[in-house]
C-alpha cells in the first residue's frame, strides 16, 4: 500500500509541477519562480493532506524525492516551455493528470490511516485542489477550482472510487486504476464539452462611479 501511494504521489507530483511550472514560464517568471511555483503546485495538496491525518512531517517535506521531482519537472518546463505551449492545452491536461493522481493518492493514503470513508474521499479532493490553489494564487490569479468547469466534482469522484473499491474489498491497483480514470476523463470532457456547476443566472450590475461630492456653497 505505502508503495502503491508513493508511486501515486511522484507521478502526481512531477506532472502537477509539469503544470505549474509552465503556467509559470508562460507569465514570464525567471528560472527560480518556476521552480518555486513548480513546487507549490506539486507538494502543496499533499502537505496539507498529511498535517490533516497527522503524517509528520510531510512526505513531501522529509522526502528528497519529492523536490527533485518537481524541480526535475519545473527545469523541464523552463527550457522547453515553448514546444510544451504548442501542445493543445497543455496546462490543461496536465493539471487534469495530476488531479487525478492526487486525488487516488489522497484518498489511498486517508484510508491506510483509518480515516471514515467520507473523510477520506474528501481529503482525496482535497490533495488534488491543494496544489492547483497554490500555482494560481502564486501566479495572482482566481483559483481553477472556483472557477473552472467539474474540477473539486472530478477530484472527488475519483477519490470516493477508490473508498468505495476498498469498501467493497477491491483490489488498491484496481479502484486507484479506475478512479483516476474517471476523475481525468470528467475533467477533460468538462474543458472540452464546457461542463461546469451551476452559476448565478442574473449578475449584479457593476455599481456606478460615486459621484463627487458637491462643493459647498460657502466656498
Known amino acids: 500500500m505505502s508503495t502503491l501511494v508513493l508511486i501515486l504521489d511522484l507521478a502526481g ?9 509552465t503556467a509559470g514560464a508562460r507569465r514570464q517568471l525567471d528560472l527560480f519562480g518556476v521552480l518555486v511555483v513548480a513546487f507549490a503546485a506539486a507538494c502543496s495538496g499533499g502537505i496539507i ?17 519529492y523536490l527533485a521531482t518537481s524541480q526535475l519537472a519545473g527545469i523541464i518546463a523552463f527550457r522547453w516551455h515553448g514546444t510544451i505551449e504548442r501542445m493543445a492545452n497543455p496546462v490543461r491536461m496536465f493539471d487534469a493528470g495530476g488531479l487525478a493522481l492526487f486525488a487516488v493518492a489522497g484518498a489511498q493514503k486517508a484510508l491506510a490511516y483509518e480515516l471514515h470513508a467520507v473523510m477520506a474521499a474528501l481529503l482525496g479532493m482535497l490533495t488534488g485542489i491543494g496544489g492547483g490553489i497554490a500555482r494560481d494564487v502564486l501566479l495572482a490569479q482566481i483559483p481553477s477550482v472556483l472557477r473552472s468547469d467539474l474540477y473539486a466534482v472530478a477530484a472527488l469522484a475519483g477519490a470516493s472510487v477508490v473508498v468505495l473499491g476498498d469498501r467493497f474489498s477491491v483490489s488498491p491497483v484496481i479502484t486507484v486504476l ?28 457593476l455599481e456606478p462611479k460615486q459621484l463627487e461630492h458637491p462643493r459647498d456653497p460657502k466656498t
Do not use: N, Y
Open 13 to 21: 507530483t512531477f506532472v502537477f509541477a509539469l503544470a505549474g511550472a
Open 49 to 65: 493532506r498529511d498535517i490533516l491525518i497527522g503524517a509528520t512531517p510531510p512526505a513531501a517535506i522529509s522526502d528528497w524525492r
Open 178 to 205: 479506475v478512479g483516476a480514470t474517471l476523475c481525468f476523463a470528467l475533467r477533460v470532457m468538462a474543458i472540452q464539452r464546457g461542463w461546469h456547476l451551476p452559476k448565478p443566472l442574473d449578475q449584479p450590475p
